[in-house]
């Protein structure tokens, strides 16, 4: 299950992510953790010190390995030089797996031991000023498009993206990659307002949007969000003191969090494990290929002197099934 966590800035996008990840550790799923927001911090928020989340290993830096690795024996793709982060997979493609291993986890994951197990943690590494607003910028991200667009997960795994909720993943498929979007909102008008720009957005996709409300105080805010956002909103979160502690360096055993808090998240996984239900592979093979066609028309066809559209296979469909036949 593929899982986004969205929102404004400072809304707490990574602190939901990170506990939503510790807790899904907590009851023995297997978990892969990637931080493709602009600033990495999931690292320390899952309780890396400044010198191991230095260390972590950048997708971005590794792109030709992952494209080498996904490309396979693809005859569509001439070589790894062609794809963009929006070349689907075809028959011949490299698939991934949550639970395996690959050259691609060796590359670019590193575990990160958490109470109840350990998880795979991803990141795309770190923006320069000179990656903002250059193609590059993209490229940095793209390799988790790729990652997800070449990712077979199962029903009881689980992948979860701490993502901006800026325009960049709008330009990309990004924001259409998950079987669930979390909106991490607070009771605040611009909270509310990157919940409707996203909305507004999604309805075209059909992606799952649900709101969590944090930093939340009291009935007022809750009648705040409630009549801002109506049936989206899935559940809220109050002010932790189990997550100040952990920000001040003395993280307290996970069953120590808010009871209020735990159940929020239960709550989390029964709508993810729901979503499973109305998982839909044709049509997320179909909108790979959408956003795969426009960015070559874009830029993707002067950018690699190739017609990317010739890299479509029209008969592969992504699924599970084709997982289990390579
Ligand atoms: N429920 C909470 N209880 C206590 N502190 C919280 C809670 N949610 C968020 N915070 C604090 O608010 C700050 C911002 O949260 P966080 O870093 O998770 O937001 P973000 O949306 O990931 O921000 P950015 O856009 O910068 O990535 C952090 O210091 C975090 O510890
Ligand atoms: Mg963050």
Known sequence: MKIAFVGK???????????FIRHLAAVGAPVIAIDADINQHLGPALGLDETRAAELPAMGERLPLIKD???GSNPRIASADTMIKTTPPGEGSRLLRVGENNPVYDSCARPVELDGGAVRLMVTGPFTDADLGVACYHSKTGAVELCLNHLVDGRDEYVVVDMTAGSDSFA????????????????????????????????DFGVELKVVGNKVQGAEDIDFLRAEVGDDLLVTVGHSDWVRAMEKGRPPRFTLLEDTNRDALRQLQTTVDTAYERRDWERYTRQMVHFHLK??????????????????DPHFVLGESVAAAV
């Open 172 to 203: 990309s498929g990004m924001f259409t990659r998950f079987d669930i979007t979390f909106l991490v909102a607070e009771p605040t008008r611009k909270g509310v307002s990157v919940y409707r720009q996203y909305k507004e957005y999604a309805r």
């Open 9 to 19: 800035g400072g809304s707490g996008k990574t602190t939901l992510s990170s506990l």
């Open 295 to 312: 960015n070559a028309q874009s830029w993707g066809n002067e950018r690699t002197g190739a017609d990317l559209a010739a890299q479509v």
């Open 69 to 71: 690795y996904l490309r």
